[in-house]
């Protein structure tokens, strides 16, 4: 069974930075897709970045207009983790931060195309 366990969310002033962690455990890949979505109270779960790998290609990495240019999407496969550098934080940017896997390697921007998801952690910027 596959865990994503994600790490580094907090309260930030406006104009700070924070890395979100995300890593997987239970079984090997040979080609995945990770992606991050928030969700803030009241609105529908939204697509923030992803970050596709598989060994015969370079990575894929995609951003929802937001996140272009403030964030940064990377990966260790060596730790099983995905990481999202955040900067430049505004309050708007404030929600649950959610990573999730498509162990298929095609997903895109949609949150059906993912398997699995992690529990979720919460970014707080505050004005």
């Known amino acids: 069974q596959v865990q994503l366990v994600e790490s580094g969310g907090g309260l930030v002033q406006a104009g700070g930075s924070l890395r979100l962690s995300c890593t997987a455990s239970?079984?090997?890949?040979?080609?995945?897709?990770m992606g991050w979505f928030r969700q803030a109270p009241g609105k529908e779960r939204e697509f923030v970045a992803s970050i596709s790998w598989n060994m015969y290609s370079s990575d894929s990495i995609y951003y929802a207009d937001s996140a272009e240019g403030r964030f940064t999407v990377s990966r260790d496969n060596a730790m099983n983790t995905v990481y999202l550098q955040m900067n430049s934080l505004k309050p708007e940017d404030t929600a649950v931060y959610f990573c999730?896997?498509?162990?298929?390697?095609?997903?895109?921007?949609?949150?059906?195309?993912?398997?699995?998801w992690g529990q979720g952690t919460q970014v707080t910027v505050s004005s």
């Open positions: 999730a896997l498509d162990t298929e390697g095609t997903a895109t921007i949609s949150s059906k195309e993912y398997d699995y």
């Open positions: 239970g079984r090997a890949f040979n080609s995945y897709v």
